[in-house]
């Protein structure tokens, strides 16, 4: 991976809005994700982070996994009406 800040803006730029930022002088990074609705995703990235590729892709699967989460769960679809068949047996209930 050539630039890894340029892969996670990438990433996560079509549905994000990306904010990289030095935060510490040991040179950690924060990476910030804000939706339309101004929510935020925070994340310190640490400069062993950035240059290792295997450790990058974790960050990468733990802030995806993270957002997953935050996404709003569909409501839950309403019980069906239970009713009688002409047999007696209530519709809508297993047999």
Same mark, same amino acid.
């Given at each position: 991976? @050539?630039?890894?800040?340029?892969?996670?803006? *990438?990433?996560?730029?079509?549905?994000?809005? /990306?904010?990289?930022?030095? *935060?510490?002088?040991? =040179?950690?990074?924060?990476?910030?994700?804000? @939706?339309?609705? =101004?929510?935020?995703?925070?994340?310190? %990235?640490?400069?062993?982070?950035?240059? @290792?590729? *295997?450790?990058?892709?974790?960050? %990468?699967?733990? /802030?995806?996994? *993270?957002?997953?989460?935050?996404?709003?769960?569909?409501?839950?679809?309403?019980?069906?009406?239970? =009713?009688?068949?002409?047999?007696?047996?209530?519709? =809508?209930?297993?047999?």
């Amino acid at each position: 991976m @050539d630039n890894p800040l340029h892969a996670l803006t *990438e990433l996560f730029q079509p549905q994000y809005r /990306v904010n990289l930022s030095l *935060e510490r002088l040991d =040179g950690c990074l924060t990476l910030r994700l804000s @939706d339309a609705q =101004g929510r935020v995703s925070k994340h310190l %990235i640490s400069p062993a982070q950035r240059q @290792d590729p *295997e450790q990058l892709q974790q960050l %990468i699967t733990r /802030v995806q996994h *993270e957002l997953s989460l935050r996404q709003p769960t569909p409501p839950p679809s309403p019980p069906r009406a239970l =009713g009688r068949h002409r047999t007696g047996r209530v519709s =809508g209930l297993p047999a």
